[in-house]
């Protein structure tokens, strides 16, 4: 079996007047493969790094990809926005065939030009690795969850506690819930009520 791991994310505040840039990821997170700490996780790369551990007992090969994230502020510029969502996209596109993919995003990061980010990141995703291909998303609960990422995504687990004291924990679900999809073990079903 073969997975991808990677991370983009940040908490958009759509009403500030200050733009997220790549400096500001850059001041935060922006990890590379083989540049990711072995004893801790960054801003949203758990996923990333319970894979990490889990690979060899768990019997799976991890590709590692870039990690990014940045403190909450305004919309992301597009341009920085496409230079990471497009490096990510390279690296998965240089690992394939994948069994697996686990995404770190928030669920709130919004770019210009990019109302919904992670719709946006997993409708390429799923594009490059096709409809077998087992997608898991953490996000932070703050997240909007919209229609789009609950059809391309296969697996969605949010964080439970806040201050967010669980991250690794639900990477870990995560990771199972991918995991146990393609072993047959289980076939995860989503839905998403939209009131009036």
Known sequence: MRLFAAALATETNTFSPLPTSLNSFKECVFVRP????????????????????????????????????????????????EFMRDEILGQLKQALPLDGVLLGLHGAMVADGYEDVEGDILERVRALVGPKCVIGVELDPH?????????????????????HTDTMERAKDVLDIVLNTLRGKVKPVMSLYVGS
């Open 34 to 81: 083989g540049e990711h700490p072995e004893d801790r996780a960054v801003f949203a790369s758990e996923p990333l790094l319970v894979a990490r551990r889990m690979a060899a007992a768990e019997g799976f090969t991890l590709i590692e990809g870039s990690c990014f994230g940045a403190e909450p502020a305004g919309t992301t510029r597009r341009s920085d926005y």
């Open 143 to 163: 997240c909007h969850l919209t229609l789009k990422r609950v059809k391309l995504a296969d697996v969605i687990v949010l964080y439970k506690e806040f201050p």
